[in-house]
């Protein structure tokens, strides 16, 4: 089976305030992934909480609430002129989903509750991750956002 593929795509006022400076985006533990069925299509104009998320598909390795990204940071990368937001790959050894997974969530974790997590970047899988048991691996060679200087 080939590797699924998706690109992320930021909640804009989240990307507003990492640009303004007000979010710390290297702080540890900030942000985790959730997988989502096809039932949840993100509207970008008024999902900005975890609690508006529908269709969370979870179980084994990848446990309710997501994984946490390790080694967030902001990368220079000069040979091709850009900045980029990276991490190091998200991996569960034996997952078994009991839906199609057709959608990564990445959200801030500093909240207290559902209702107070912000909602981060999204991507679309494709094609999706289907119910079966086995690892996942997925890795962000170009960073959840990129631009150039």
Do not use: C
Not at 41 to 46: I, L
Not at 106 to 120: E, Q, V
């Amino acid at each position: 089976m080939p590797a699924a593929t998706g690109t992320y795509r930021a909640w804009g006022p989240y990307a507003r305030d990492i640009l303004k400076g007000s979010i710390a985006v290297e702080q540890a533990s900030r942000f985790k992934a959730i997988l989502t069925t096809s039932a949840f299509t993100p509207n970008f104009d008024n999902d900005q909480r975890l609690s508006d998320v529908t269709g969370e598909t979870f179980e084994g390795d990848w446990p309710t609430g997501g994984l946490v990204l390790t080694n967030v940071a902001v990368s220079l990368i000069t040979a091709s002129d850009e900045l980029a937001l990276i991490h190091d790959a998200i991996t569960a050894a034996d997952v078994t989903l009991p839906s199609a997974a057709a959608r990564l969530i990445i959200y801030d974790n500093t909240g207290a509750t559902s209702a107070d997590k912000r909602l981060a970047f999204s991507a679309a899988i494709s094609p999706t991750l289907l119910p079966v048991a086995g690892p996942i691996h997925i890795s962000s060679p170009n960073g959840i956002v990129r631009s150039g200087y």
